[in-house]
Nanobody, 122 residues
Framework: QVQLIESGGGLVQAGGSLRLSCAAS????????MGWFRQAPGKEREFVAA????????YYADSVKGRFTMSRDNAKNTGTLQMNSLKPEDTAVYYC???????????????WGQGTQVTVSS
């Protein structure tokens, strides 16, 4: 079993930045792709970003490309999502998850955190 805990969410003004962290425990996630998803009220959970096990390649939703950057530290069993130039439409609960499957599909992720709220005011 893998437990994932997100942190770093909060309230920020438009144009500001936040850094989300995901800490894994239970066993190493170094062989998993780590991803971030978000879910706004009344909307489906959507892919935000993912980084493969080695950290060599990362993938982003078009809506965040150029603003968000994902990284990971396998030695510490952690991942981060640096979010810059935040917009009100980025407001959502952000979830960390890991998978050995397809990186953009919610259903392919095996383990999920509880989520952290990000609110961007205009």
């Amino acid at each position: 079993q893998v437990q994932l805990i997100e942190s770093g969410g909060g309230l920020v003004q438009a144009g500001g930045s936040l850094r989300l962290s995901c800490a894994a425990s239970g066993r190493t996630v170094s062989s998993y792709t780590m991803g971030w998803f978000r879910q706004a009220p009344g909307k489906e959970r959507e892919f935000v970003a993912a980084i493969i096990w080695s950290g060599d390649n990362s993938y982003y939703a078009d809506s965040v490309k150029g603003r968000f950057t994902m990284s990971r530290d396998n030695a510490k069993n952690t991942g981060t999502l640096q979010m810059n130039s935040l917009k009100p439409e980025d407001t959502a609960v952000y979830y960390c998850a890991v998978t050995r499957g397809r990186i953009r599909r919610v259903d392919d992720y095996d383990y999920w955190g509880q989520g952290t709220q990000v609110t961007v005011s205009s």
